[in-house]
C-alpha cells in the first residue's frame, strides 16, 4: 500500500519560500497513472487544493494561488515538492501531500500532513 | 473555478439517527464528485467517489446519490464513530475543488 510522507521546516519567516517535500514509498511515482497533490488546511477550517503534478512533468495550479506556487517531481527519488514564495501569516496551515488516480476523481491516499507556520 | 456550496455547515444528531448532507455545484457537473470524511488531526479519507462508489472497507450505511448540481451524502444509521466533518470535492478542468464542509456533532 503506497504511503505518503510529508518534510520540511514547520517555522518559516515572512515573505521567505515555504519548501516541503512529499516522498512516496509502496509504490513508483512514475507511470503516468495518477497526479501527485498538494493540499492545505487552515487552522480549524476547511480544505483548499493548492495544486498537482504528473509524472511527466505537467503541473496544473490553484488560480488563486499560482503566482507564487511551483510543484516539481523527482522520480529518480520518487519524491514531489511545493515551493510556495511570499509567504505571510495567511500561509500558516497544515500540508498534506496526496496522491488522486487520473482514471477517477477522487483522492485516494494522504500524507499525514504537516504544520508550517509562517511567524517572525 | 468551481464552486461547491454544503448544507448544512453544522448539525447535531444522535446515534442511530439517519443524516443528510448536500452539496450544490455553481453548474452542472458530471459526476466526478467524491466524499471525504476527517475527524480531528487526521487526513481526510474518501468515503465515496464519482458521486455513487462507496470506496472498498466504507460500511454500507453510506451512500452518495446526485447529479447535475445536486449531491448527497447520506448516513442511514448514524454510528459513534460517524462524528467528524464530511467535505465534498470535485475535479474539472480546473483542477480539485473542495466543500466547505459539514460537522456532524453528538446531540
Known amino acids: 500500500q503506497v504511503q505518503l510522507q510529508e518534510s520540511g521546516p514547520g517555522l518559516v519567516k515572512p515573505s521567505q519560500t515555504l519548501s516541503l517535500t512529499c516522498t512516496v514509498s509502496g509504490g513508483s511515482i512514475s507511470g503516468g497513472a495518477y497526479y501527485w497533490s498538494w493540499i492545505r488546511q487552515h487552522p480549524g477550517k476547511g480544505l483548499e487544493w493548492i495544486g498537482y503534478i504528473s509524472s511527466s512533468g505537467s503541473t496544473y495550479y490553484n488560480s488563486s494561488l499560482e503566482s507564487r506556487v511551483t510543484i516539481s517531481i523527482d522520480t529518480s527519488k520518487n519524491q514531489f515538492s511545493l515551493k510556495l514564495s511570499s509567504v505571510t501569516g495567511a500561509d500558516t496551515a497544515v500540508y498534506y501531500c496526496a496522491r488522486a488516480p487520473r482514471a477517477v476523481s477522487k483522492i485516494d491516499s494522504w500524507g499525514q500532513g504537516t504544520l508550517v507556520t509562517v511567524s517572525s | 473555478a468551481d464552486q461547491l456550496t454544503q448544507s448544512p455547515s453544522s448539525l447535531s444528531a444522535s446515534v442511530g439517527d439517519r443524516v443528510t448532507i448536500t452539496c450544490r455545484a455553481s453548474?452542472?457537473?458530471?459526476?466526478?464528485l467524491a466524499w471525504y470524511q476527517q475527524k480531528p488531526g487526521r487526513a481526510p479519507k474518501v468515503l465515496i467517489s464519482?458521486?455513487?462508489t462507496l470506496e472498498s472497507g466504507v460500511p454500507s450505511r453510506f451512500s452518495g446519490s446526485g447529479s447535475g448540481t445536486d449531491f448527497t451524502l447520506t448516513i442511514s444509521s448514524l454510528q459513534p464513530e460517524d462524528f467528524a466533518t464530511y467535505y465534498c470535492?470535485?475535479?474539472?478542468?480546473?483542477?480539485?475543488?473542495f466543500g466547505p464542509g459539514t460537522r456532524v456533532d453528538i446531540k
Open positions: 453548474q452542472a457537473i458530471s459526476n466526478t
Open positions: 464519482d458521486a455513487s
Open positions: 470535492q470535485q475535479f474539472s478542468i480546473y483542477g480539485f475543488a
